[in-house]
């Protein structure tokens, strides 16, 4: 094992990481250390302990392997809904409709393994919940309605945005753990307004003219109050205390759209738990 090399790449990627260890001789030294001391299978996990120590931590009390795990579920969560959807015969009978989903669908898969090969390296990935995409009843023909297929989607799409956004913060002292998270959360963007537009191209549901790729104040466009937590806060207008919709007579609609809002954790896992099997 060429050490030297090692470390030398993992600079390349993340410049501080030595000021997140003692410096580069220390790192080396205590690996070195560690590495006369057990066997050489063991070597991967003693280098993935070591730098649990530069990465463990996202400063606000939140370690990074729990926010990396609570994305994992929401991604578990897509990947296995756009796959029984594909699944199922019937529901999605349009050649471009089923082309679009098949990317989104191939999208979550890599979110999934992304997170899972990450996480193998601090510990190890959490295993998929088993899912109940009806959510206990509130959407029984979320399988056999491609309409109600696609509101649900969006709502994935929506809340995993608002998601990431909302670790954004926890993952600040962590360039190179932001930076894999906000790639992903503008894939998640980009799904959210695909999906409404297939949405509004079909106008059902709620989903009429006045849908947009993006979010209108607190509006699912979708005719239903089950999906309204993945929603709330969005109306919000005031950004660094200045209330955008003011200026300039911009308004409301389109303050609130100029800016997504976080969504916590502790907001985002009761929505995602309504889908998850007890």
């Known amino acids: ?27 080396m030294k205590q690996f070195t250390n ?32 729990q926010v990396l795990q609570y994305a994992l579920t929401l991604e578990y969560l897509e990947s296995a809904y756009y796959a029984a959807a594909l699944g199922t015969a019937g529901l999605i009978t349009d050649s471009a409709a089923r082309a679009a989903i098949s990317v989104i669908s191939t999208h979550e898969a890599a979110h999934v393994t992304f997170l899972t090969n990450v996480l193998s390296n601090m510990g190890g990935a959490n295993p998929s919940p088993q899912f109940d995409f009806t959510a206990g009843g509130t959407f029984p023909t979320v399988f056999s309605d491609y309409n109600y297929f696609l509101a649900v989607a969006q709502t994935f799409e929506d809340t995993g945005v608002r998601a990431y956004k909302g670790q954004a913060g926890n993952l600040s002292g962590n360039a190179t753990v932001l930076t894999a998270a906000l790639s992903i959360h503008s894939v998640e963007a980009r799904h959210a ?11 059902a549901l709620g989903a009429d003219a006045s849908l947009k790729p993006w979010i209108t104040l607190n509006r ?14 969005e109306e919000l207008t005031v950004q660094a205390g200045v209330d955008i919709s003011a200026l300039d007579n911009i308004g409301a609609n389109n303050a609130s759209e100029a800016f997504d809002e976080p969504l916590t954790m502790a907001q985002v896992l009761p929505i995602a738990g309504l889908f998850i099997k007890s």
């Open 193 to 203: 307004s695909h999906i409404r537009s297939m949405r509004r191209a079909i106008g």
């Open 1 to 27: 094992m060429d050490l030297q090399n090692i470390f030398t790449e993992i600079e390349k990627i993340d410049p501080e990481v030595y000021e997140r260890l003692d410096s580069r001789r220390n790192a």
């Open 34 to 65: 560690i590495s006369g001391k057990i066997a050489l299978a063991a070597l991967p996990f003693a280098l993935g302990s070591m730098f649990n120590k530069a990465y463990g931590q996202t400063g606000t009390g939140t370690t990074v392997t």
């Open 220 to 233: 699912s466009g979708i005719a239903t109050t089950a999906v309204d937590p993945s929603y709330a806060g």
